[in-house]
């Protein structure tokens, strides 16, 4: 069988891992609105006709303030892949278009992808596309809707048709704890605002299972002020936040789960 690493890549909220979800068929990587939800370089593996393709999820990045733990597990993510994909929100306004564009160079295959098509009409696509120069640097352009699924099949004809052999790196599969603590971090990018998601670090302390799967995690938090609004009055913030993320662990291990959540004040590097 043939293997291919491939890399999502692109502005954060741009629909990278909605993508991944769709080639999974099943929730792989988390979803937000706000900023830099995905955190680290998250891999998944299907296999398509004769060919292993390895999707590398990689973090999003934005203006000037990126975190630079962000940065670097993105760039690491593009140096390991055959193919890289770069993903746009047709919708908005198009960022960062100067740092795809002086990276494409360093990439043998590359791939654009416009997402969310299914918001404009074809003369309104045709308007926004207009402002790239550099749309003959890539080796295909796909129009989809990663939510709707309307054309993502494409991408995967594509990247079995130009994987040629087997790729000789070795996958990092993102291990079933730190796919645990993203859930819950989607709970808290779901429920608690500003900068305070940010700030926290949800580590996943233990999992056993059984006729039920029990999960105990730690969100550590900076000061008693984050500590305080993540408890929230009485715990009903945590309460929901522990609710959504059982709810949504309950659904991808299709097994009943029983999730503890503590909190603790530290400091984080």
Request: charged share 30%.
């Amino acid at each position: 069988m043939k293997t291919s690493f491939i890399a999502l890549s692109g502005p954060t909220n741009s629909g990278k891992s909605t993508l991944l979800n769709c080639f999974a068929k099943k929730k792989v990587s988390i979803v937000s609105k706000k900023i830099q939800t995905t955190n680290f370089n998250i891999e998944f593996s299907i296999n398509y006709k004769d060919t292993q393709m390895i999707f590398i999820d990689t973090p999003g990045f934005y203006k000037d303030n990126i975190n630079d733990n962000y940065l670097r597990e993105a760039l690491q993510g593009l140096e390991r892949a055959d193919i890289v994909i770069f993903i746009l929100d047709i919708n908005n306004k198009f960022r960062h278009l100067d740092k795809i564009k002086d990276n494409l160079s360093k990439f043998k295959k590359k791939i654009l992808v416009f997402n969310k098509i299914d918001k404009l009409n074809n003369d309104q696509i045709l308007s926004k596309i207009k402002v790239i120069d550099f749309l003959n640097s890539f080796d295909e352009i796909f129009y989809i809707s990663a939510l709707k699924k309307k054309n993502t099949e494409k991408i995967l004809r594509f990247i079995e048709k130009n994987t040629i052999k087997s790729s000789n790196k070795l996958s990092r599969k993102t291990t079933k704890e730190k796919f645990f603590s993203e859930i819950t971090r989607e709970a808290l990018l779901y429920y608690v605002h500003k900068e305070i998601p940010y700030k926290c670090l949800i580590i996943t302390n233990n999992i056993k299972s059984g006729k039920f799967i029990t999960i105990n995690q730690t969100i550590i938090v900076r000061s008693e002020a984050h500590k305080k609004i993540i408890l929230g009055k009485k715990g009903h913030m945590i309460k929901n936040i522990g609710t959504y993320s059982r709810l949504q662990l309950e659904k991808i291990m299709k097994k009943k789960v029983n999730l503890f959540i503590k909190i603790k004040l530290s400091k984080i590097k």
